[in-house]
């Protein structure tokens, strides 16, 4: 039996929120549209270890020694019932049984599979939403046959080996004597029909390899690495069947002014020491345009002013918006004049006398952080 568990690389007391991100991890590794088509089985795998250890029903069933996905598989761990049985007789005597030729022929028209893409979007997208495109490669509908697989509009013919029952019986030798099998017939690969005259552009798949270009609804608030799912907007399947769905990983680029952390912003500006220690008020850009940030007086290194409502739209409230905080960053000059260095020096002995050394020292200075404000204009003055 598949261990489901280090398919997806988990412990198996992995939480449902681990094996969620395991799954996310290991089908963007494996899937045929990224890692190559030599990797199908392996993405087919990690599938059917996610469609088990995602279920509760189906995990607490696999937890006991049994695998959902063997269809063979039953409630008791060890066994096997009378409809093996059946299906076994029926292999050889040709539905004597109960089984063999029972399940009909192989449609031709099947499910398409799930496709995989990649989105790169901007910090004014995930805060605002907007549309992303992105370009796939994957199987389309054949424009040529619509599907059919058929040239000039034919239809498929019945199969002359099997009589459209899609499988044939046949005489083998074995050690209990001559007994009767049934398997798929060759001539028309288990379908019951046969295309005459295929599609010259499909080849009688009814579908063909396309690039396309994918509009993607980017919705307001979206975090980074999130997966967005767009229905039938995948793979067609064979004979012209069902598109699987299409998932698009976003990712967010980073932004030379802003910092994003949950649905705050982050930014740095720089100021003049005057500001800092008269106060003023300055204009800044932000992703709503010009906004007017107030410097209140005696501002030191590294305090912050916030702008209510300026952040990212929170993604399950629309109406509402985290803030964007601004850092000051105080500059102070490197080269002062004379009559400069002689007023700076004037303040700060007026204010350096009440000045006390004896107490403990500030938190910040204990941990290396930030200086004070005049701490930092003693050390440019020497």
């Not at 059917?48 to 063979?72: C, F, I, Q, W």
């Not at 004979?239 to 649905?263: C, H, M, N, P």
């Amino acid at each position: 039996m598949t261990d489901y568990y280090e398919v997806l690389g988990v412990e198996r007391t992995a939480s449902d929120e681990e094996i969620k991100k395991a799954y996310r991890r290991m089908s963007r590794k494996y899937h045929p549209d990224i890692a190559g088509p030599e990797y199908e089985d392996k993405f087919k795998e990690v599938n059917s270890a996610y469609d088990v250890l995602s279920n509760p029903d189906k995990r607490r069933m696999y937890d006991s020694g049994v695998d959902p996905n063997d269809p063979g598989a039953s409630s008791a761990p060890q066994g096997f019932g009378m409809g093996d049985v059946g299906d076994i007789f029926g292999q050889f005597f040709g539905g004597a049984f109960g089984g063999g030729q029972s399940q009909g022929p192989t449609p031709r028209t099947q499910p398409g599979r799930d496709a995989l893409a990649q989105a790169s979007i901007d910090l004014r997208t995930a805060v605002f939403g907007g549309t992303a495109h992105v370009r796939i490669s994957t199987f389309g509908l054949c424009g040529e046959c619509s599907g059919t697989g058929t040239a000039s509009g034919e239809k498929p013919t019945t199969c002359p080996e099997c009589h459209g029952s899609g499988y044939r019986q046949r005489v083998v030798r074995t050690l209990l004597g001559q007994m009767m099998t049934t398997a798929p017939c060759e001539r028309c690969s288990g379908h019951g029909t046969i295309i005459e005259h295929p599609c010259p552009s499909c080849l009688g798949h009814g579908r063909v390899r396309v690039t396309r270009e994918v509009g993607v609804t980017i919705p307001a608030g979206i975090g980074d690495d999130t997966r967005l799912r767009l229905a039938n907007q995948g793979e067609v399947g064979e004979g012209g069947g069902a598109a699987g769905d299409l998932y698009i990983d976003v990712s967010i680029r980073r932004d030379k002014r802003f910092t994003r952390q949950g649905d705050d912003l982050h930014c740095w500006i720089r100021i003049p020491m005057t500001w800092a220690v008269l106060g003023h008020r300055t204009d800044i850009d932000t992703l709503d345009g010009k906004q007017t940030v107030d410097i209140p007086a005696g501002s030191q290194p590294e305090d912050v002013t916030t702008l209510k409502g300026l952040g990212v739209t929170r993604l399950r409230r629309p109406s509402e918006r985290g803030d964007l905080i601004v850092h000051l960053q105080v500059e102070i000059p490197g080269r002062i004049s004379e009559k400069e260095r002689r007023l700076i020096e004037d303040f700060a002995s007026s204010h350096d006398g009440s000045a006390d050394d004896s107490g403990p020292a500030p938190r910040s200075s204990v941990e290396g952080g930030r200086k004070g404000f005049f701490d930092k204009i003693r050390d440019v003055l020497g």
